[in-house]
């Protein structure tokens, strides 16, 4: 039992006397070495430590992707989520017509609906091949989740009459005569 694993490999045959010596010999250099205090590099050591890196690394990237996978989850169902506690129905005999996808689409609504969409207080959401209509204030949050899932968001009418009131203003310092007849 007093045989060291090197006897044991010579005895077995699996190595030769000169792979011993040699093996002795790179031990014995590796200890002067470091009692010098001279770094010694073990070859064997540091593809080790590289492959740890770079497992490491690809593990971060997984993790990453992982990551990214379960945000867009969040997302999708923080949408779900919005649209099926604020839509509204949109079931009615006047058609309101929009494009999507360079395709123009149909969406049968009621009056007071189409009135609502036309002037900005309703929005059309397209969400898992379906197509919903949302309030502005709830189509506006989930823009900020998701852009492209909101189709139709028409300005408020606030904004469009501000406009034309600008438009109108630029014909303001034009005197009308009072004797025109049409």
Known sequence: MG??????????GLASKKQAVRARKASNNKKKLKASGIEVVDEVEQLAREEQ???????????????AVA???????????????SQIDKRGDIA???THDSTIRTLMLDTSEHKAVVAGRLAVIYF?????LVPRSVASKIAEREKEVVVVSNPLDGHATEEAETEADEYAD????????W
């Open 3 to 12: 045989n060291s694993i090197q006897d044991q490999l010579l005895k077995a």
């Open 71 to 85: 945000d867009r989850k969040a997302i999708l169902a923080q949408i779900k989520q919005l649209i099926d506690i």
């Open 53 to 67: 890196e770079k497992k490491i690394a690809r593990d971060r990237e997984l993790n990453r992707e992982k990551q």
């Open 96 to 98: 309101f017509r929009f």
């Open 174 to 181: 034009y005197q009308v005569p009072d004797d025109l007849m």
């Open 128 to 132: 898992e091949d379906q197509y919903f």
